[in-house]
């Protein structure tokens, strides 16, 4: 497993991962650091937990408006990831902010 590092508004991330994998975790990082970038310039929240709870949130919110019309297709590509995939990868990013976050409810 490689390291890369990463900026999220700002903040530096030594991120693990997987072979062949850095493209699309660079593109990941980049959709998390838009949607927090956008919520800290509304300027209606300041504290970066929050912040990164709410791009969680609007990040799994279009994951799941996107599998809704996929579940109701009648034929999917079998490469198409599916709804519990979708949760899964929510839960691990819900994991990994969980991580990130202190006791205190501040990045770490």
Avoid: W
């Amino acid at each position: 497993m490689n390291q890369i590092e990463v900026q999220i508004m700002g903040q530096s991330y030594l991120l693990g991962c997987p072979e062949g994998g850095e493209a699309r975790l660079r593109e990941a990082v980049d959709k998390v650091d838009s949607a927090m970038c956008r919520i800290r310039d509304a300027g209606k929240v300041k504290a970066r937990d929050r912040i990164a709870v709410l791009a969680a949130l609007n990040l799994a919110f279009d994951l799941t408006d996107r599998a809704a019309p996929a579940a109701a297709a009648p034929t999917s590509s079998p490469d198409a990831p599916s709804d519990a995939h979708a949760q899964e990868r929510v839960n691990q990013l819900v994991a990994r902010i969980d991580q990130v976050l202190g006791n205190d409810g501040q990045l770490l």
